[in-house]
């Protein structure tokens, strides 16, 4: 990949922060955007701006295909079996609660168990905290090694014949861990209970297949893979679908309504209630458009490339603590400690020399409880970074840990 040449067509890596060249290291986060999605929301708003699907004069039927369309592109870019199985929702958070709150309490009884790792984001596991409420069942987490992975046996110790639901992360927002989803899929359904994947931290750096993975929900958000915020995907199988209620009412989702009752249209639509995302969906399109571009596994190689020069060159700063897996089996992201700087300071420090970073708890109390830290920083590479911006980083941790070490 020329990443120059990428680096021209995001226009916020021309700003300034503090006076000094932005160094974007927040991607985990929120991934910047290229001009070819912010120009294809823009003619969306300022050509064919109307609703979708109700319409019949010219700009309607133009933002329906438009809409549509970037359904299709989504389900061909996840391999998906049927466009059916592609559910627009607000982000990741929105698609795991609606797995949790309608085919969650359609499946889970009674003194059933759920099963979910100490490494999810809260949107991963607070939903599922609160079906084990609602249904006096009980949250089961696969033990962690010291290295923050899990292991297959792992898995398999866990699961019996009460567990309905694995809830499980792809790539891990703190950690970088990569689960094996396939393995645990297989694992999950021997067990005849279905599984529920977090794909946000996966999607947009790697080639993701939901039927090779044979995964039964996969949730994951635009604004991680280069799109605008306000949208996610939801994948689910067609036949589970088919059988869950939806949670929100009105609007395109409705078939007929009568004075004390309704009835539901077909999928995908069910589950999109009220007026949907629609320059978003068209911002997606583009986003995808762009990544399939470059390349899934080009992008992937080079990531790699970025953290593992990145790891070397923080392993070397005495007093670092990095958590998760070594440099050869981590996604795109390392966070770490530096001894004697609170998180926050270390962010803000490097604020000051125009790198953004990730400072708190990342949105994982459990994964910050079980790495005995209260906080930590985070930086996160994408296809835009490069190693010189690397290097600055590297050189701005050095004077940091200097200046809070200086005996005043």
Not at 39 to 47: G, W
Not at 255 to 284: C, H, N, Q, R
Not at 362 to 371: I, N, Y
Request: hydrophobic share 40%; proline share 3%.
């Amino acid at each position: 990949m020329d990443v120059n040449k990428i680096r021209q067509d995001f226009p916020i890596l021309a700003e300034q922060v503090n006076g000094k060249d932005l160094i974007y290291l927040d991607t985990s986060a929120t991934s910047q955007s290229p001009r070819q999605v912010i120009d294809a929301m823009n003619d969306y708003y300022e050509t064919y701006n109307s609703n979708v699907h109700r319409g019949v004069h010219t700009l309607g039927t133009k933002a329906t295909d438009a809409y549509e369309k970037a359904r299709m592109k989504v389900r061909s870019f996840i391999n998906a079996l049927r466009f059916e199985e592609i559910i627009y929702t607000r982000g990741t958070t929105a698609a795991i609660n609606l797995v949790a709150r309608s085919f969650g309490d359609m499946v889970v009884e009674d003194g059933d168990e759920i099963v979910v790792t100490e490494m999810e984001h809260h949107a991963n596991i607070v939903p599922w905290q609160q079906l084990a409420k609602r249904k006096n069942a009980k949250l089961v987490f696969i033990p962690m090694e010291e290295d923050g992975t899990i292991t297959l046996d792992s898995v398999k110790s866990v699961m019996s014949d009460k567990t309905k639901i694995v809830a499980i992360t792809h790539v891990s927002n703190v950690l970088g861990t990569i689960n094996d989803i396939k393995e645990i899929a297989k694992i999950t359904h021997e067990h005849g209970a279905y599984i529920a994947v977090d794909g946000a931290q996966a999607v947009p750096h790697m080639a993701v297949d939901v039927q090779d993975l044979d995964v039964d929900f996969y949730s994951f958000s635009g604004h991680k893979m280069l799109g605008p915020t306000g949208i996610g995907i939801l994948y689910g199988k067609a036949d589970l679908l088919d059988k869950m209620e939806p949670i929100e009412y009105g609007g395109d989702m409705i078939d007929y309504v009568y004075k004390t009752d309704a009835t539901w249209t077909d999928l995908p639509v069910k589950f999109e209630a009220g007026t949907p995302m629609i320059a978003e969906a068209v911002g997606l399109h583009a986003a995808i458009d762009y990544l399939e571009e470059l390349g899934l596994d080009n992008i992937h190689d080079y990531e790699q490339t970025l953290v593992g020069y990145a790891y070397d060159k923080m392993s070397e700063i005495e007093g670092i603590e990095i958590y998760g897996p070594d440099k050869d089996n981590r996604a795109g992201l390392i966070t770490f400690n530096l001894t004697g700087v609170h998180p926050h300071d270390l962010a803000t420090a490097l604020d000051s020399e125009g790198i953004a970073v990730r400072a708190g708890h990342h949105c994982a109390q459990p994964l910050m409880k079980w790495c005995n830290a209260h906080s930590t920083a985070r930086a996160s590479f994408y296809l835009y970074n490069t190693k010189e911006e690397i290097d600055q980083f590297i050189e701005s941790l050095e004077k940091t840990k200097e200046f809070f070490s200086y005996e005043f």
